[in-house]
């Protein structure tokens, strides 16, 4: 079977492909295989997920959703995806706290990269974690909760701890959220005061493409108390409220985009941008990140917005957001708040590939951090020690090769950027 990532750009090398229906059968063929990667639902744009050898998908098992209302829990199968999730925590009155800019990517997949949102309290998805049932290499089943010592190491774990079968995600009672857009933004507003504008709402996106004086479209997203109504912003620092519903990317229906404009509506139908019935963002992409410590923030932007002739003609459209700290060893955001500095590619990798040395060299200065599932050239952009970008990562190499001491869940990917050949 031939397969690919989301966006086309990599064909799988797996020899097998397995889609086991059971966490029985997980475990069996993962004791059964000699190198074996899970698989989620292929939005990465690299090869992390990829191995020559062995692939297990989840998509077969049965979400097999168990909400803990005592506990605030929800337990679902890993390869389940955030959309089918979240409806159904809606239908019961609950809600996550945060989601992604789309609800397709699977729960342990998103997970495994520390995949995001925005908003300057909202963490990656990885913190709302509380525990993990994950296959070892022996294809026994452990279960990781938070306050084990493992745990912060177990969380984003780029699949190279075993097979994720169970996450145990926190919970809250369900919420209304209004999402309005504004457009032209002038820059120099941002950049007087990055914190006034990311502070302007629970979350905030800023879609750019680094050229020009003003931020093209700022997307807004509202927590609203229960029985509270949405006060729409006339103005937003210079910036003019849209008058009819937008998607980020020039010249596409935004009738796959959640709906904006103000209007109220749960929280799963306005915290992502994408609807799930339709293709996210254009299908037609590659993406990069990086996030940058909140105190460079301003500095990374305006080394980008120098590069903004070199980048622009690559570039589909960029986003700005913010995320909240955490503590888990590999995650983006360990250790304090970030900004996210996201590139939406035309597909034209070479290209692409090319461009990224110099992006990278120009956030050198300001402790830049990739995002694992998109495409980048160096983990520490401009060159340096991995351990100097993520200050446990002889932790994590320790709980991998306590854990996996025959190296079943490694990879390429995880052998250049992580652990060492
Ligand atoms: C259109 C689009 C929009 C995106 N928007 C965002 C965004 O808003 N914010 C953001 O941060 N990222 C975003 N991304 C990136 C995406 O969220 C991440 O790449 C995410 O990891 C994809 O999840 P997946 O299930 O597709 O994982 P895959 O690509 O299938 O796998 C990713 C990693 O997770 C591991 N993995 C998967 N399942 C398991 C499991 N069961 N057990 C153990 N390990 C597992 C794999 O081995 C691999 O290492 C976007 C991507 C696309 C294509």
Known sequence: ???????????????????????????????????????????????LADTPHDLVRLDGLDPDLRLDTAA?????????RYGALARALHAQGWALGNLASLPHISVAGA?????HGSGDRSRNLAAAVAALDVVGADGSLRRLARGDADFPGAVVALGALGVV???????????????EVHTDLPWDAVLDDLDAVTGSADSVSLFTDWVGPTVRQVWRKTRLAPGATYEPRPDLFGARPATGPLHPLPGIDPVSCTPQLGVPGPW???????????????????????????????????????????????LQVAEVRTVAADDLWLSSAQGGDRVGLHFTWLPRQAE???????????LAPFGARPHWGKLFDRVVPGG????????????????????DPDGTFRNPFVERHVLGA
């Open 352 to 362: 692409v590939q090319a461009v990224l040395p110099r992006i990278e060299e120009a």
């Open 111 to 115: 997970v495994a990269t520390a995949t």
């Open 72 to 80: 605030r829990t929800v337990t679902v199968t890993g390869g389940t």
């Open 268 to 314: 799963h139908e306005r915290l992502p941008h994408f609807r799930l019935e339709f293709t996210p963002s254009n299908g037609d992409e590659l993406q990069s990140e990086y996030l940058v410590p909140r105190a460079h923030a301003v500095g990374a932007i305006e080394a980008l917005r120098a590069l903004g002739p070199v980048v622009a003609p690559l």
């Open 1 to 47: 079977m031939t397969l690919t990532t989301w966006a086309g750009n990599l064909t799988y090398a797996a020899a097998r492909v397995h889609e086991p229906r059971t966490v029985e059968q997980v475990q069996e063929v993962v004791a059964a295989a000699r190198h074996v990667r899970a698989l989620g639902t292929r939005h990465c744009f690299n090869d």
């Open 384 to 403: 340096g020690d991995p351990r100097d970008a993520y200050p446990h990562l002889d932790d994590f190499r320790a709980l991998v090769a306590r854990t």
């Open 165 to 179: 079968v169970r996450v145990t995600l926190d919970v809250e009672e369900t919420y209304d959220v209004a999402q």
